[in-house]
C-alpha cells in the first residue's frame, strides 16, 4: 500500500510539472538555440546545447509601437526556426 501511495505522488509531481513548461520550449532564434515561452509567467526550461541552422539574411518587418506584456521588458521581431516548415520565420519574442 505504502509502494502504491508513493507511486500516486510521484506521478502527481510529474504530471503537475510538465504543465509548468507546457508554454515555453526550445527553439532556434537567430541561430542560437533558447526558450521561448508563449507567456511572461512560463518556467524557462534549460534548452541542450545543439546545432541551428544558417539564419538567412532577411529585413525584420515593421513593429508596431506597443506596451510589452506584464512580466517582460521589452519585445523584438526575431526569426525562429519552424520545425514543421523546415525554415525561419519572423515572431515578436519578448523577454
Same mark, same amino acid.
Given at each position: 500500500m505504502?509502494a502504491?501511495?508513493?507511486?500516486f505522488?510521484? *506521478?502527481? !509531481?510529474?504530471?503537475?510539472?510538465? @504543465?509548468?513548461?507546457?508554454?515555453?520550449?526550445?527553439?532556434?532564434? @537567430? *541561430?542560437?538555440?533558447?526558450?521561448?515561452?508563449? &507567456?511572461?509567467?512560463?518556467?524557462?526550461?534549460?534548452?541542450?546545447?545543439?546545432?541551428?541552422?544558417?539564419?538567412?539574411?532577411?529585413?525584420?518587418? !515593421?513593429?508596431?509601437?506597443?506596451?510589452?506584456?506584464? &512580466?517582460?521588458?521589452?519585445?523584438?521581431?526575431?526569426? !525562429?526556426?519552424?520545425e514543421?516548415?523546415? *525554415?525561419?520565420e519572423?515572431?515578436?519574442?519578448?523577454?
Open positions: 505504502r502504491l501511495t508513493s507511486s505522488w510521484i *506521478g502527481i !509531481v510529474l504530471l503537475s510539472s510538465t @504543465n509548468v513548461y507546457a508554454d515555453c520550449q526550445c527553439a532556434c532564434v @537567430n *541561430g542560437h538555440i533558447q526558450a521561448v515561452c508563449a &507567456g511572461a509567467q512560463g518556467v524557462k526550461p534549460f534548452c541542450p546545447p545543439r546545432i541551428c541552422a544558417f539564419t538567412p539574411p532577411s529585413v525584420a518587418p !515593421v513593429q508596431q509601437p506597443r506596451i510589452p506584456p506584464m &512580466g517582460t521588458s521589452k519585445c523584438e521581431q526575431k526569426q !525562429v526556426y519552424n514543421t516548415a523546415h *525554415g525561419y519572423w515572431q515578436e519574442v519578448c523577454n
